[in-house]
């Protein structure tokens, strides 16, 4: 009778055990969720016409790159923005032709800059390590979406633009990748 219950007992524990796997969705306690969406992969090919983005990857090299960088774009400005913001442009082009013959630091041009467009020296943003010489440096400034930007080649060619602010918020465009 020990040995019945000895060998009986395990295996009922085995069945009751066993008896609750299974799939839950055939548990009626359970809601049944399961996963509904699979991966969708790379997009459609461009013939389909798919609104974008869209939330997979495309195929073609040139439309990554260009999402990728879209937060360097300019913003658009109207054309009254850029007339205004112009006289700040000339100001800002004599200021970086005179600093380029005679060369400057970095603190001295930001004030240059700041003057030229009407800003304060901090809120000015500076790409370039040559200033004694000044070459191959970039200044900008603005206010909301409008930016007057400058910049002096290697040869001490100065000029300068308005731009619309890129969409990530700088004047100047990022060095980078």
Not at 49 to 78: F, Q, S, V
């Amino acid at each position: 009778m020990r040995l019945r219950l000895t060998v009986a007992l395990p295996l009922a524990l085995l069945a009751a055990t066993a008896t609750g796997c299974g799939d839950a969705g055939t548990d009626p306690r359970s809601d049944g969720a399961r996963p509904t969406k699979e991966a969708e992969g790379f997009c459609p090919l461009p013939e389909d016409d798919r609104p974008a983005p869209t939330p997979c990857i495309t195929e073609d090299w040139n439309a990554r790159l260009k999402e990728n960088h879209a937060y360097r774009e300019p913003m658009p400005i109207t054309a009254e923005q850029k007339a205004q913001a112009a006289p700040r442009a000339k100001a800002l082009a004599a200021a970086l032709g005179e600093l380029a013959d005679t060369g400057t630091d970095e603190g001295a041009l930001r004030a240059a800059a700041a003057e030229a467009i009407g800003m304060t020296p901090e809120r000015i943003e500076v790409v370039g390590t040559g200033f004694a010489p000044l070459r191959m440096a970039k200044v900008g400034g603005g206010e909301g979406r409008v930016c007057v930007n400058g910049a002096v080649d290697g040869s001490g060619h100065a000029d300068a633009e308005v731009i619309g602010r890129s969409a990530d918020g700088a004047c100047l465009p990022l060095t980078g990748h």
